[in-house]
């Protein structure tokens, strides 16, 4: 078949890498989303599948709106017979889906009808679920509301974060696409549409998202902690105003005043339990062990972090 490849983020990569290596369909385009401004002197930076398609040879299709008239022109001088999209970040119409005989398919991090959304990796881990996946679904009008070609569950460790498991799905979801795309070839797919009644809609994550409340229970700390690393990462204030960035705890014994430092070694009472923290990172310094950080930056029991 010929494929044109729609992505944008980290996700996408081990994807478009799966279906050129294959060797059994041909990748006739590559689309993703225009560079960006980033990092403090807010350079032009293109997205990660991007720079790997071009890396790889492509000339990437960049399109402010997939679904402009140029841009559909362009789309179907390629005469696709299938559209994959992988973490694209724009919203796909009909007009566009409609240039490809078997239509489009979409690897989503979740196991559908759960976690409809952006961040759905961030999500499971934040809520403490057992279990995640990867779904295969073709494109609807609704986001993410399309019919299951296939899934695949993923337990969830205790130490899991998001960046970890990121990398992991990443990797399932690719293999679990070529599985889709031999069915598709192969006509052997069978669409099962999602139960509407078990539709778990997320929210997009803020900056703010990740402002530690220590009221909350030592676990539901934690879990959010796992949840927002790399971003939007977790923080509190010490007791001079200044951020302090958590990246690690762990749960221990302990009941005090939320915040309340119980050692001197960084075990924070929460609402229920506590937490010892095991690595931070202080306002201009790179991540470290809580152990160094103390060093530096003695704080004694009873001390309240904000």
Known sequence: MRIVFMGSAGLAVPALRAVMRNGADEVVGVVSQPDRPAGRKRVLTPCPLKAFA???GFEVMTPEKIGDPDSVAALAALKPDLFIVVAYGQY?????IG?????????????????????????????GDAET???IIYLAKKMDAGDILRQET???????TSAT???KLSVLGAELLLKAIDDIRNGTVVRTAQDE???????KLSKDDGKIDWSRSAEAIRNRIRAFDPWPGSFCTLPNGEVLKIWKAELEEG?????????DRLLVAAGHGALRLTEVQPLGKKRMPATSFLNGAPLAGGTHLG
Do not use: M, T
């Open 165 to 167: 498991l990121h990398d």
């Open 99 to 127: 240039l490809a005989p078997f239509e489009a398919i979409n690897v989503h991090p979740s196991l559908l009808p759960k976690y409809r959304g952006s961040a759905p990796i961030q999500w499971a881990i934040l809520n």
């Open 54 to 56: 071009e890396g790889e």
């Open 154 to 160: 993923y337990p969830l460790g205790s130490d899991e």
């Open 255 to 263: 009941a005090g005043n939320p915040g309340q430092l119980l050692d």
């Open 197 to 203: 009644s078990l539709a778990v809609e997320i929210r």
């Open 92 to 96: 796909i119409p009909q007009r566009v």
């Open 133 to 135: 996946g990867v779904s």
